[in-house]
């Protein structure tokens, strides 16, 4: 069974762009969580999509969002990049998102000059 | 704010040994509790779930629960040096769907 992908790998852009980060879950798995791990703050939740539909989201600002389409895949957008934004972003699949295991992609690792 | 406490480390243990990771959290009502590995420029591998009280194994880890002392703990028999890694303890969030709460993770250093 594949795992978790993610594209691109990684990624440099400069302040004030935006970008987008794209993830395929696990066939079957209908939930994606995304998380930032940065190495001050640790792992940190960014949102939670189930059935194209966000659940749940962290204490970020509004820059940061996302969406899931029909087929579980699952796309995180941050708009007017910051320098703080770079980190490694990883998204994480589970088959319902609760009381369920999350499995992690190998992450996008973000650069912001 | 919901935490997750775990020691940083590094915890150093010679090569065989067993090594203890521990992790404390504050959500009482949590009811899913997991242990992944990550090795350096590496995400997060999951290794142990566990959801009810008691001690879960698989292979040379252990799991143990105690939601009355909200304490997870994780043990690893025969370390070996390839258990070299960082060890995050993750809570699930009982109240936001498909939210884990991380520890700030354990560095294990296995030496041969």
């Known amino acids: 069974k594949a795992g978790v992908t993610q594209t691109p790998r990684y990624l440099i852009k400069t302040r004030g762009q935006q970008v987008t980060l794209s993830c395929s879950p696990i066939?079957?798995?209908?939930?994606v969580s995304w998380y930032q791990q940065t190495p001050g703050q640790g792992l940190q939740f960014l949102f939670e999509?189930?059935?194209?539909?966000?659940?749940n989201k962290g204490n970020f600002p509004g820059r940061f969002s996302g969406r899931q389409f029909s087929n579980s895949r699952s796309e995180m957008n941050v708009s007017t990049l910051e320098l703080g934004d770079s980190a490694l972003y990883l998204c994480a699949s589970s088959v319902s998102g609760s009381y369920n295991e999350q499995f992690f992609g190998p992450g996008t690792r973000l650069t912001v000059l | 704010q919901k935490e997750v406490e775990q020691n940083s480390g590094p915890l150093s243990v010679p090569e065989g040994a067993i090594a203890s990771l521990n992790c404390t959290y504050s959500d009482r009502v949590s009811q899913s509790f997991f242990w992944y590995r990550q090795y350096s420029g590496k995400s997060p591998e999951l290794i142990m779930s566990?959801?009810?009280?008691g001690d879960k194994e698989d292979g040379r880890f252990t799991a143990q629960l105690n939601k009355a002392s909200q304490y997870v703990s994780l043990l690893i028999r025969d370390s070996q040096p390839s258990d070299s890694a960082t060890y995050l303890c993750a809570v699930e969030d009982s109240g936001n769907t498909g939210k884990l709460i991380f520890g700030q993770g354990t560095t294990l250093q296995v030496k041969p």
């Open positions: 066939s079957g798995h209908r939930s």
């Open positions: 999509y189930f059935s194209e539909t966000q659940r």
């Open positions: 566990i959801y009810s009280n």
